[in-house]
């Protein structure tokens, strides 16, 4: 890593690195199954709205990897 990255950069790269296979692999699961998705409401949260925020946040990312 280069002395650029922020400690939040790090941070995020070092979860991905320990879990980026496990979370790709339950998501392919979900995209698979092919059923409609409920998700529980809980106050104050959206979570549809979350995964969303993720979704840009996570392409973001991406554009600015070299």
Same mark, same amino acid.
């Given at each position: 890593m280069s002395i650029e990255n922020t400690p939040h950069l790090r941070s995020f790269l070092q979860m991905w690195m320990m879990s980026g296979g496990i979370v790709?692999?339950?998501? /392919?699961?979900v995209v698979n199954d !092919? =059923?409609?998705i /409920?998700?529980?409401?809980?106050? !104050? =949260?959206?979570?549809?709205?979350e995964l969303v925020?993720?979704?840009e946040l996570i392409n973001q990312?991406?554009?600015?990897?070299e």
């Open positions: 790709i692999s339950t998501v /392919e699961g !092919g =059923r409609g /409920e998700l529980p409401e809980i106050p !104050g =949260r959206d979570f549809k709205q925020q993720l979704s990312i991406i554009s600015r990897i």
